[in-house]
């Protein structure tokens, strides 16, 4: 350990200085700060996004999306820039020169966000583990089945009659479409056409039409589920990303505030 001195207009006073330049205490102390303000923002427009989501706005599923991934942007970046303006209050003051100041700030700054991120993980790893098997339990439940295909299965077989042979050919027909998904086998698809036409009492084409329409409809479902899960994807990794930039920044502009220099884009002296 070295001592420093440092020259104010009163006097001198010595700073001890450690060693290790790294203080992890610093940094989990932020990433900690940075995790519950996070979680806090979202708890938050969780529940105000579901007390205004009323079965009257299911139009406007698409804007309420937009919303809540622009919410969520919003508020890991406020959480990071918490946690990055706390660790860069707690790692100092030390004399040395500028560089090397705003590189050990946005260095704890970047760790802090990591270390924020690996405990979000973790939390979310362990809900879905409390979770998981009642999951299951409820998947592995008698009756329970793919209510996808069910739901498919049913629009093509209107107006069945309730008979055992009928629920026989639905069953048939449940595991034609779970095993295919949303691009059905030309040769499923006229078995498919043969079990809705002497169900619904539809002639041969116009079972293999209301096959077709089926089949449409659920590659469309599929393609929006796709689309809905690689949106989610950019989003939370451009929000990760942006919220890096933040607590980089913030530790930075800490710093500075300690140095009593004002935040600006002009380069340091």
Known sequence: MTNTAILTETGATIVAEETG?????????GAVAATATTFFLLTLGSGVGLALAAPAHVKATGAFLTL???YFLA??????????????RLIGPEVENTAEEEFRAA???????????VASLLL?????TMTGSAVAGAMAMPGASDNASNYWVDTMFRPAPNTAQAEADKAEAERIVAMNGPTISDADKLRLAQLVSENAR????????????????????????RKAASMIALWTAFALLFGAIVAIAAAISARWMDDRITFGMAPRR
């Open 21 to 29: 330049r790294f203080q992890w205490g610093a940094a989990i102390a």
């Open 68 to 70: 809540g991934a622009i």
């Open 75 to 88: 508020a890991q970046a406020f959480g990071f820039a918490v946690g990055g303006y706390l660790v860069g």
């Open 107 to 117: 260095a704890h700054g970047f760790v802090m966000w990591a270390l924020a991120v």
């Open 124 to 128: 979310l790893g362990f809900a879905s």
């Open 202 to 225: 539809l002639s041969s084409s116009a079972a293999l039409q209301r096959v077709a329409d089926s089949e449409a409809r659920m590659k469309k479902a599929a393609d929006d589920t």
